[in-house]
């Protein structure tokens, strides 16, 4: 599903909305999803910014917040993601352009903390359902699931000996992984499944091809290298 607020868009926008809504839906048709989102397309003269519904700025979207549970439960709360996947976890992302030049992009993976049952979250609510299994020795001993959220980002403007222009934030907010070059949505997919449900891993996903964007500078000496 795509909603779009304005007529006209280059073609690098277009097929990278193009390619977040149907590898949405194979991951749907694979049953892999719980909920799955509408992407958000903007435009504002020669900018384009893909997107998430919802998009608000606050504490739980704050860098500071990354890891934390409460950031889990906003973005759960709030619809600020792209499909949640049959195990609660959430994939989001965000690309901005302008005309065919990537400006930013961010993908974020965050694994659920909880094993919850999704009828029981249908019936209490993601917050109300963490507290119970929280508050239960059992029931957080049996469900909890200690993983840490992965976030690729690539923002040029940003870059310096700290910063890496493109980068993947894992287990605290000031952990930037140097990464080779920013990657599409179905790279960032298959990474997930290859490593965090390799016993699962849709084989239709090897079918599926990358883009590939302009705009950025290789990093030679990258910690990372997603291959294509």
């Known amino acids: 599903m795509v909603k779009i607020q304005m007529k006209s868009m280059n073609k690098h926008v277009e097929d990278t909305r193009n390619q977040i809504s149907n590898t949405i839906q194979i991951l749907s048709g694979c049953g892999l999803t719980r909920v799955t989102k509408d992407i958000v397309l903007t435009q504002n003269h020669n900018e384009a910014i893909l997107t998430w519904d919802n998009h608000i700025p606050g504490r739980h979207n704050a860098g500071k917040s990354f890891t934390t549970l409460n950031q889990y439960i906003s973005i759960y709360e709030t619809g600020a993601y792209h499909c ?128 590939n964007y302009s705009g950025y500078n290789i990093c030679e000496k990258a910690v990372v290298c997603l291959y294509e």
């Open 84 to 211: 949640i996947l049959f195990d609660g976890s959430i994939i989001r992302t965000y690309f901005k352009f302008s005309k065919n030049i990537l400006l930013q992009e961010s993908l974020l993976y965050w694994p659920a903390p909880l094993n919850i049952p999704e009828d029981e979250v249908d019936e209490l609510g993601i917050r109300e359902a963490i507290s119970m299994s929280f508050s239960d020795q059992g029931l957080r001993d049996e469900r909890s699931s200690m993983r840490s959220p992965v976030r690729f980002d690539f923002d040029p403007s940003k870059s310096n000996e700290n910063h890496p222009e493109t980068h993947i934030h894992i287990q605290h907010a000031n952990c930037r992984i140097s990464a080779r070059r920013p990657i599409c949505f179905n790279t960032f997919v298959k990474f997930i499944f290859k490593n965090f449900y390799p016993d699962i891993y849709p084989v239709i996903l090897d079918d599926l091809h990358p883009l």
